[in-house]
């Protein structure tokens, strides 16, 4: 079975300071990889998505940027972190284009 | 609109009532559905897929109707550890997967 570990659990940045937040997943090959973001008591929206290596669709226009240097890595980063993305950002990943998703456990960040 | 839409919440039912939650999503060629539940400040969790002859597990219910392009989630016998939010996730083609804003279910003793 899939195995997703996502890190750290927990994160403070200060405004204008980088990111980098990084995905790993195990018991798969290929897989589709996803970053949400769900801000306080809304939904989960698709930041990023990726169906292999080097591949990256960008969903919105953001602060934020995505890579894919391996097939079971994902990484969401950003240059200068702003207020506004304060949230709580998960990856997930889906064996076939048409199966569900499976989330990591989220990290928590706060932009001060 | 909204590529994927749910009843506003919350919901707050009493232990063994009926429950249902409804979402819309607006492409037609959208390929797979399923209902997600997420807990306060964790992941979501798949909770059941939904097929086009509708499918049940225990005392959840889930419906198709690809013609109104409308999903349905039925909870029987609400219990206080169904308390939590249930996300209506449609899978596009391109293995894109649009979340709803989610609907949040209250079960109070």
């Known amino acids: 079975s899939q195995t997703i570990h996502q890190w750290p659990a927990t994160l403070v940045q200060p405004v204008g300071s980088p990111l980098s937040l990084e995905c790993t997943v195990e018991g798969t090959s290929n897989p589709n990889l996803y970053w949400y973001r769900q801000a306080a008591g809304r939904g989960l929206q698709l930041l990023f998505y990726s169906v292999g290596i080097g591949q990256i669709s960008s969903e919105v226009p953001q602060n934020l940027s995505a890579s894919r240097p391996q097939d079971r890595q994902f990484i969401l980063s950003s240059k200068k972190l702003l207020l506004s993305d304060s949230g709580f950002y998960l990856c997930?990943?889906?064996?076939?284009?048409?199966?569900?998703?499976?989330f990591g456990q989220g990290t928590r960040l706060t932009v001060v | 609109r909204k590529e994927v839409e749910q009843d506003p919440g919350p919901f707050n039912v009493p232990e063994g009532a009926t429950v249902a939650f409804n979402c819309t999503y607006s492409n037609s060629a959208s390929q797979s559905f399923f209902w997600y539940r997420q807990d306060c400040r964790k992941e979501p969790k798949l909770l059941m897929s939904?097929?086009?002859s509708g499918n049940e597990d225990g005392r959840f219910t889930a419906q198709l109707n690809r013609a109104s392009q409308y999903i349905s989630l039925l909870i029987r016998d609400s219990k206080l550890s169904d308390s939590a939010t249930y996300l209506c996730v449609v899978n596009n083609q391109g293995g894109k997967l649009i979340f709803g804003q989610g609907t949040e279910l209250s079960v109070k003793p």
């Open positions: 939904v097929y086009s």
């Open positions: 997930a990943t889906g064996d076939e284009p048409n199966t569900e998703a499976f």
